[in-house]
């Protein structure tokens, strides 16, 4: 029965974040990231997190036993701790990606990417616990541990973790004092939401307080929306950008027809055929355009020793783009 029940854990907690991760990397209509890269950031939130924050949060849990009583334990360890040791191991690789990733170039790929190391985090956590839960407690206590932690405790890893990545991806191409400023903050919101669920749940438990129980199962929510509000904005920002830096492309580059923006710009208008050759792959030169454009745009707000690597790729960019639209009769 242990193996199965390791086997139903294991299933339990993939299939749900499967979703979500496909459902996240799918509102990413613009600049999709790889697959192999969506793939790379979850085992890295899987494997690495977790195991560097569970000896850790483990080491501090035993040397501070003695010196707390054990509900001032219980609520120093997961309310404090437990969310400053994992934001800060999750968020390790999340500044990682955005080092070495080609592909991680802003708020928005930061959203993605954090809420992917988020989830695989949740991911390996959410077997252990599916596992203990039902030896402990039994299959209707599975059953509601598996509904709780793959919609909420999952939503509150994805959801730490992408705002720390946001901050990343927006101040990825700024100058160094920026993208401090933009870690502090990302960092310091990650760990509030965190320690906002692990802090409420813990003291409801301490006190039997229903009320204290059920306020984090009602504000998540709200925060996941306003995520997923924000990013759509961000969307909508990459459609003006591709409006307004292709535009411009075209006008003092000649890199790319001035007609090709309005299909580009729009994630629907992409699909439809007729405004390229078809000799030209159009999802390779909708993902050199795009790429383009938002090289320009960073490449505004880039101090100098970017602007020079950023001009590089851009030059390179509008030489492959050309030779696409040279295979056109």
């Not at 813990?202 to 009320?211: A, E, K, R």
């Not at 992409?270 to 790429?291: F, H, M, P, V």
């Amino acid at each position: 029965m242990n193996f199965n029940i390791q086997i139903a854990s294991f299933i339990a907690a993939f299939i749900p974040i499967a979703v979500f991760v496909f459902l996240i990397r799918w509102m990413d209509r613009y600049d999709r990231e790889p697959w192999q890269q969506i793939i790379i950031t979850f085992l890295l939130g899987a494997c690495f997190s977790t195991l560097l924050s569970l000896v850790e949060t483990s080491s501090i849990a035993i040397l501070s036993k003695s010196l707390l009583t054990s509900e001032g334990q219980e609520f120093f360890i997961t309310g404090l701790i437990a969310p400053l040791i994992e934001e800060t191991n999750k968020g390790i690789f999340v500044i990682l990606m955005a080092w070495l990733s080609k592909e991680f170039n802003n708020m928005t790929d930061g959203l993605v990417y954090g809420s992917v190391i988020g989830l695989g985090f949740a991911f390996s956590e959410n077997i252990f616990y599916f596992y203990n839960i039902y030896n402990e407690s039994g299959i209707f206590q599975w059953l509601e541990g598996v509904y709780a932690r793959s919609f909420y405790t999952a939503g509150v890893h994805a959801c730490s973790t992408a705002v720390f990545g946001g901050c990343i991806g927006y101040a990825k191409y700024t100058r160094f004092s920026h993208k401090i400023l933009m870690l502090i903050i990302g960092f310091s919101l990650a760990v509030m939401i965190h320690s906002f669920w692990n802090s409420f749940l813990t003291v409801s438990q301490i006190t039997n307080d229903p009320f204290l129980a059920k306020l984090p199962f009602a504000i998540l929510p709200i925060i996941c929306i306003l995520l997923v509000v924000i990013l759509q904005f961000c969307l909508m920002r990459e459609s003006e950008i591709l409006e307004i830096e292709l535009t411009s492309e075209s006008q003092n580059y000649q890199t790319l027809p001035i007609e090709h923006v309005a299909f580009i710009k729009s994630y629907i208008n992409r699909s439809k055929n007729g405004w390229l050759s078809d000799n030209i792959s159009k999802k390779q030169y909708c993902a050199k355009t795009t790429e383009l454009a938002f090289l320009r745009q960073h490449y505004w707000r880039a101090d100098e020793k970017n602007r020079h690597i950023l001009e590089l790729k851009m030059n390179k960019l509008r030489t492959e783009i050309q030779q696409l639209l040279s295979y056109s009769v």
